[in-house]
């Protein structure tokens, strides 16, 4: 079982439609959680950041995360074809001497 | 400017030849990252450092060197190059001391020829 893992689509919707990225990890000690963004050939560059159970929002994103089960959730409202990239859920364990452990990613397509 | 530079952004090189790649940041944070990313296979961490005496292996860090020169430089070091080395590299930063986020390069996308 990976650490860390993602579907790795691509998740076509349409404009303006929800998108919704799901996470699941296998380290119970998991204590921080990212969701980067990542546009072909570029850099990973961080979304949201969620370290207790429940949602935080900020703007058109929101993220969930349920430690009881293990997983953590993105969803983009109103998306646009410009969210389409490539979407990377990232956890970091003290188990692990704090080291961040990514998914493959998962990409998403936002049809016009 | 930048927080976090790569230098080359991109280079293309034989099998066997050496070649470093070089990170430096200005965001003051004392951990820093180096990662390869194959297309399909995430990101891939291949060595770190939580400060500059710190210095630790990753999960594929076989075939690579780093040296921490400073605390605003990390380099990362292909003795001799192979071609499955082809990759896109990224340098990374983080506060640590709980703060995890970590801030990326721009890239050097390697090709060993």
Known sequence: QKEVEQNSGPLSVPEGAIASLNCTYSDRGSQSFFWYRQYSGKSPELIMSIYSNGDKEDGRFTAQLNKASQYVSLLIRDSQPSDSATYLCAVTSYNQGGKLIFGQGTELSVKP | ?113
């Not at chain 2, 927080?3 to 951990?31: A, F, W």
């Not at chain 2, 003795?79 to 930063?93: D, G, H, K, V």
């Open chain 2, 1 to 113: 400017d930048a927080d976090v530079t790569q230098t080359p952004r991109n280079r293309i090189t034989k099998t066997g030849k050496r070649i470093m790649l070089e990170c430096s940041q200005t965001k003051g944070h004392d951990r820093m990252y180096w990662y390869r990313q194959d297309p399909g296979l995430g990101l891939q961490l291949i060595y770190y450092s939580f400060d500059v005496k710190d210095i630790n292996k990753g999960e594929i860090s076989d075939g690579y060197s780093v040296s921490r020169q400073a605390q605003a430089k990390f380099s990362l070091s292909l003795e001799s190059a192979i071609p499955n080395q082809t990759a896109l590299y990224f340098c990374a930063t983080s506060v640590g001391q709980g703060l995890d986020t970590q801030y990326f390069g721009p890239g050097t996308r390697l090709t060993v020829l």
